[in-house]
């Protein structure tokens, strides 16, 4: 870490500050410049945040060098993570194809969609049993009896499932029927929950929230894997930005940003970013091309029936297009 | 709501949607445009979702005409609401002046600054027991013990008192133990937890998310609502954008934009949204002139020694200026 | 154009406001919901600005139906636009890959950079003459020179070339000297050189501003082509948010989006999107993957002593072998 | 500049960029953390750009210490700025009143609202006489015979004047005819503007760029002092963030900010900011009480005829009130 002191403070004043800083384990190298005089802190400094040093009256401003995590860093773990469940494996080259309805609305529906989206190659079904809505008056999902079909439909199409967990008193249930757990976005620093999924024994695939940085959302998967669960899948489902012709922004970069940082297996939802089905295939083959570990994407036989996010959710037919169109490009 | 067609959309297609249409209970009127075919909606369309007619093929886009919360809408309730806690009064020209620790980190620290933020005008006494904090490694809050202290601070002082709930199991001990409950920016949309905070007969102090538009906040005071409690304060604290030189970026402009389409009070926390001791005057003047309905700062007597945010704590002394100040200017 | 009246609005109130908008020459469709009286503005408002009614004490609000581009639109002109300079198409499935460095810095820099890129597949060399720098201490370009140098490596390579003109005084230099014109980013709504732009016969490519959305991209496009220049490249190089990781965030879904909304080529700029050469592969992979029709990229032989952006050029072999993965996938 | 390099970088390629470095006339302070080496640069660092280093394979990051910014920094010119045109101050507690309309319609439109803004308190006029529109089919302004008109009103009410110049060619007349000239938000990098601007002796208003950092906003008034002219006020219009409620997001946090680092004067622009007039009177109270240095009010006496803009603009005896009500409160 880096602290810039205020131009003309007395020696006086750095000489107490430094010894401060001692106290807290670190050591201390002092850099004089022009007009600003730098401290450079050196050790473990991920205990510390700049915002601590800044209460001081001398600070002007203080940084990182280092990146606030380290579980999650590929300083200290230079091979790709790769998960195993079942056999399906995550990262370092192998892709997740997790497909399914946003809601899960009834057993037909989410049958018919299953059998269509393994018959077209994916290997993990997606549906919602609990809908964080920002309406109160919205559908707010099947619950527990969602969860049971989740676990017929892998019964009967040997898919893996995944599911949105909300709160601490969802997440074990989640657990229990499910093989991965889903953090929303809107839950990226619902820190309670983050830490109770560190403390389950299933993969956790935590989705990027709506203004959070790379760093935060790095911090996030921190907070599962210090609990012991190393098993984290990022995914980015856009971001929020000033653009209005789409729900939210794609933020495509971050994929090779991440994988330059993290070891973590990172995938992409298409489907959130755009919130326009038209947009689904075209972003799942630049997520695939810039070499995501996979995509997440919503399919519904009819979405025009959805009782969540049709607009965004691919035909089954169109689903198997997208995945022979990825195959001829390689991808 | 309004549902604009795709140019030369078939008479048939158009019909068959305004009977789905009409099944949910609206009435609908159609329009002819040059280029555009145009449906309006008319009735009680809070239910419905512009994405979920967005589903159907012959749909370009969907609009709302009226904002989709109620209970928190000034269309319906057009006074201001005023909630008042044992005498002290927020909203309706009458202000909150919360103020106090970011966290709270032992009894000493917590009646010191008790004391003097009274004695200088405080009506509310803040101070964090259960810290959300972005890295696993930072202090995370003195929990049950912090809840005591601030129940001794008020025998003590007569100031009322609140603290943040962070999740389903310490919200109930917040209630128990202070007489208003925050929720946090990175809560905002924990839905789960809204819904309990609903279920106490408690004032809420809901805070903007940082990426929160101001219909995404008021949907969430409504989730609150809709569950039965309406005493609800709302608290904007800056939204992320691309400035870096301050930590949030103070939306000023949420306070009459707020008071124009709602009546719940609206209070400003000048001191996440800078980030910085020495802006926190200045930007407390202006929360004051523009009409909110209190003020929530951060008042440290050793901000450099603060296990958190030092950086934008207010020393006692600043903190007893800025309420002359505020005086002198008749706000 | 849909005009929203504020609840309780007199009738005759809404009767003048009707004899206004017929005066603009347009119809008035009147449609009354349950609390809001809707006015639906039927026949050319592309004069018109929602803003305009904004200004009556009965309106709400006001929004578009249509876009407030023609000449740029789909709608109108549904066939891809194809631009053929000397032979080389871009549009409609025909990829322009323009390669170059950031500033022209000499001419054996400039002639080294470009025989290579051409050998490794680009058809069209880009290089600064004129730069448009944050800092007024930063190197500015070679200015008349540069463009001399650009036109000797035509004459040596038979590569297209591009610069980037800033100014009024600038632009019929870089006209009479280079195949295509570059409006950069910070020009995007300089209108008086769009519409200089657009009075002059070269194809031109417009950069999407920093905080630009994709509708005002549009009407800076529909700005050069109103004064009958139809020959617009627009070129996607990432638009501001609050990441700090990269440079920019690179809007990949501008491309799909634009594609169902304008008939006008897209290409993307991955090296000032990521602002860093090791993203630059990968995204423009993902650029080509969504369909762009075209990619431009910076080389430098030495990035290293580039005198701007050295971080985010690739060097000569790393183009070729991008190129060579380009082609794998069939892209 | 503190250049951050790669964990393992061999010490042969350190020595080879330290050579570099030191050409460029710094000096270099080596550091060594725990994982990464840090070279800090001392001098004159102003030429030198963080890019530039990034361009070495070495080098992880870089960052500045130092604001880029000179001429307008605190650091070097501790004492606030006072503009004087004919015994009008602005700056250092003086405070600018600009009012009038957004475009210039008539002259008996401008004369109206002159002489009304006049009796008001106002001290300068604004009126647009050349129209930066987002589309080619809107008023354009009138140009020319607007300036005469500015002239007019000027005689008549003794009142300043100022404009916005768009280009290179309107900037002459610009400040021929005019007190001040304007730069709006739109050419804030037109850096051919700015240089020209700096060349003229009169008094620019510099506004902030839709999505300019406020480093990029003193980069700007940077570029115009350096070229002589330090006569720069600046102008917070608001930013472009996710909200949409309001127009645009008005920064008032860049008030004081811009005052700690700089010694330039600021006002406000609270009509460009909300873009709805009736939020006008509470953000010119806020912009006051935080501390800016003025306020630029858009006026019209016909809000639903203005042919720009109409519905941020006060009426004239709105525009009264608020003057009043500023006095009340001191301000």
Not at 198 to 220: D, F, Q, Y
Not at 293 to 303: L, N, W
Request: glycine content about 8%.
């Amino acid at each position: 870490m880096i602290i810039i002191l205020k131009p003309k403070t007395e020696r006086k004043v750095i000489d107490e500050l430094i010894v401060k800083i001692k106290d807290t384990g670190v050591q201390v190298h002092e850099s004089k410049g022009e007009n600003y005089y730098v401290l450079g802190l050196v050790g473990d400094t991920s205990r510390l945040t700049p915002e601590q040093f800044e209460g001081y009256d001398c600070v002007e401003r203080s940084m990182r060098v280092q990146h606030p995590f380290k579980l999650a860093s590929k300083l200290f773990h230079p091979e790709d993570t790769v998960i195993n469940i079942e056999g399906v494996k995550i990262g370092g080259g192998n892709a997740a194809i997790i497909a399914g309805p946003c809601s899960i609305e009834s057993e037909e529906q989410l049958l018919t969609i299953a059998k269509s989206v393994k018959e077209s190659g994916a290997n993990i079904l997606r549906g919602g049993a609990y809908k964080p809505r920002s309406s109160p008056y919205s559908f707010q999902g099947m619950e527990i009896e969602g969860l049971k079909l989740l676990k017929k439909a892998k019964e009967l199409t040997g898919l893996l499932t995944i599911t949105e967990a909300i709160c601490l008193d969802s997440i074990e249930h989640v657990a229990e029927y499910t093989d991965l757990i889903q953090i929303g976005a809107r839950n990226m620093q619902n820190f309670a929950l983050l830490k109770k999924a560190g403390k389950l024994n299933k993969p956790v695939v935590l989705k990027r929230g709506l203004s959070a940085t790379m760093e935060e959302w790095l911090m996030a998967a921190e907070y599962i894997m210090s609990e012991g669960n190393s098993q984290v899948i990022l995914c980015e489902r856009g971001i929020r930005t000033f653009e209005t012709y789409t729900r939210n922004t794609l933020d495509i970069s971050a994929v090779p940003m991440i994988k330059e940082i993290s070891h973590l297996p990172i995938i992409v939802d298409p489907s959130h970013a755009a919130g326009k089905w038209s947009m689904v295939e075209p972003l799942s083959k630049a997520a695939m091309a810039v070499g995501a570990d996979g995509i997440m994407v919503e399919v519904h036989h009819q979405p025009e029936n959805a009782l969540s996010d049709g607009a965004q959710s691919l035909k089954p037919e169109k689903f198997k297009k997208l995945m022979e169109n990825l195959a001829k490009m390689g991808l």
